[in-house]
């Protein structure tokens, strides 16, 4: 079997008896044993569940004796290592403070994909704290799990902080997995591993049970191969009880979101387009364009549009993360089994200071920085969080759509993939995801093309619960795009364009 089959391939195949959940596990347990810590060592996956094969001979006698529940019966699919499991892995979110920490409960995510009847076949690694614990942090690397690497080429970054669910997706270690997002965590490794990633609108998930960052931004979210994987995904998640938004009649209300895949959703729609700084990355431009006619030629009408300055927006956006940290990680801390010895920030920072193999590559300095926030009734606190929607929401996307008259938009997820530098941390470039990360919205990065060996993702953005429409937009244009090459895991990539990493700063979770 090849890892790349589509998840309703993969339904088919055990509708007729060709596999069954049992051998589809065997399968993505032997890929991740020749490919995770063997091999080109990707390290995407912290751990793998030990009740995965009875549960899959389990799925299989329901299959015979009931049918199959739907189209995740019997799928194997990986969760992030955020994202509470009652089951006998730990949820560590990459850090060694957490090794003990075995819920009692699963999170609603994880509640609905097992009442869909998949599989929970491992956690994924990840950008330790979900790339909220030093502004040098190297995306992908936790002191749990180790450097998640790129397979396309081993030494440029995954981006982050969902580095080990994007990885593992993209080479066939399940069938898909599940991120979390805050500012590009889902979008970022989506687009650098040439696979689909959704981060949804902000409260059409559950947070429950997700280790925080922040509680106005924070998502969970699906990724996978394909769009229509993505779309089975999150019907899956919001059909069984992982939906939070309500009523259920309401914006939220659409179940199905593969049905709505049309190739013909471009057809008649305005589309405004989103560009990087002139210059700033000429490595995309043609990739970029080419994506830009296959979407006129689709039938959408592009409308070119600017972004309004971000130097705000992101300057209020820090100051709501490092407040609504402090008071979510506590909060989270002080619930954890009694095994975990770290109470709250505090204990954490100690912790981190004791132990040399946490802080061998970066600090914590956001850790300390948040530890020094007033609350959520401080009227700074507020303020930020007043001005970082305004700015994101009302005088951003909202603003943009509405001016044009545009149905969504597009842009470069973010720049090709730059070189892994465990000194200096990440160099990354220019990125098109904290509006919709703000404000709340939803954001779809689907695979462009190529820069040379590296995959380049297009984000489709819409308003609030536009989830069916950026799904069906992404699907259409999945239909015309570059097919990408398969990763052949090359140790390193030496051209004029790439020599040299990326310019630019730090990028948040």
């Known amino acids: 079997m090849t890892p790349e089959p589509s998840i309703a391939e993969l339904q088919a195949k055990m509708a007729s008896g060709q596999i069954t959940a049992e051998t589809l596990v065997q399968h993505y347990l032997q890929r991740i044993n020749a490919l995770n810590s063997q091999g080109p060592a990707l390290h995407a996956v912290i751990s793998v569940n030990p009740d995965a094969l009875a549960q899959a001979h389990a799925l299989d006698q329901e299959r015979r004796e009931h049918g199959a529940r739907g189209p995740l019966h019997g799928i194997p699919v990986l969760l992030k290592d955020n994202i509470e499991s009652a089951d006998r ?20 995510v994880a509640a609905a994909l097992r009442a869909a009847g998949a599989i929970i076949l491992g956690k994924t690694n990840l950008s330790e704290w979900a790339n909220f614990r030093s502004t040098h942090a190297t995306s992908g690397w936790s002191a749990v799990g180790g450097l998640t690497r790129n397979p396309y080429v081993l030494d440029r970054t995954a981006c982050g902080s969902s580095s080990g669910s ?46 925080p960052i922040a509680h106005s931004q924070d998502t ?14 999150l019907s899956a998640l919001v059909s069984h009880g992982a939906r939070e938004c309500q009523p259920a009649s309401g914006p939220c209300h659409a179940t199905d979101y593969a049905a709505g895949l049309d190739p013909e ?24 364009e080419r994506a830009l006619r296959r979407l006129r030629a689709a039938g959408a009408t592009l409308v070119e549009v600017s972004a309004p300055d971000s130097t705000p927006l992101e300057a209020a956006e820090l100051t709501v993360l490092m407040s609504e940290f402090k008071a979510g990680i506590n909060g989270y801390l002080a619930g954890v089994p009694a095994a ?4 709250d ?14 802080l061998q590559y970066f600090g914590q300095d956001i850790f300390l920085s948040a530890q020094k926030t007033a609350g959520l009734e401080d009227a700074g606190y507020r303020d930020a969080l007043a001005t970082s929607k305004r700015l994101a ?26 070189r892994v530098d465990q000194v200096l941390g990440d160099r990354g470039g220019d990125a098109f995801t904290t509006l919709a990360a703000v404000a709340g919205y939803p954001h779809l990065s689907v695979p462009m093309g190529q820069v040379a060996e590296l995959p380049v993702g297009l984000s489709f953005i819409g308003p609030a619960w536009s989830e069916q429409l950026l799904l069906a937009c992404g699907y259409a244009f999945s239909l015309h795009a570059d097919p990408l090459s398969s990763p052949r ?9 790439f020599a040299a990493a990326s310019p630019g700063g730090p990028r948040l979770p």
């Open 166 to 211: 994007a990885v593992a997706a993209a080479v066939g270690m399940a069938a898909a997995s599940i991120g979390s997002e805050t500012d590009g965590s889902i979008t970022c490794p989506a687009s650098m591993t040439g696979i689909v990633g959704l981060k949804p609108t902000l409260g059409l998930l559950s947070q429950r049970g997700i280790v």
């Open 265 to 288: 959703s471009l057809r008649h729609k305005r589309i405004g387009v989103l560009r990087f700084k002139p210059g700033s990355h000429p490595e995309m431009d043609d990739v970029y």
């Open 220 to 233: 969970a979210g699906p990724m996978g191969r394909t769009v229509a994987d993505v779309a089975i995904l």
């Open 489 to 497: 895991y090359l140790p390193t990539l030496e051209t004029p364009a």
């Open 340 to 343: 975990v010895k770290t109470r």
């Open 345 to 358: 920030l505090a204990q954490l920072i100690d912790y981190n200071r004791d132990s040399p193999y946490e």
């Open 89 to 108: 892995m730990p949820t560590t979110a990459g850090s060694l403070a957490l090794v003990d920490n075995f819920a009692i409960a699963d999170a609603p």
């Open 393 to 418: 929401g009302a005088q951003g996307l909202d603003q943009m759509l509405q001016q044009d008259r545009l149905d969504l938009l597009v842009a470069p997820t973010t720049s090709a993939a730059w």
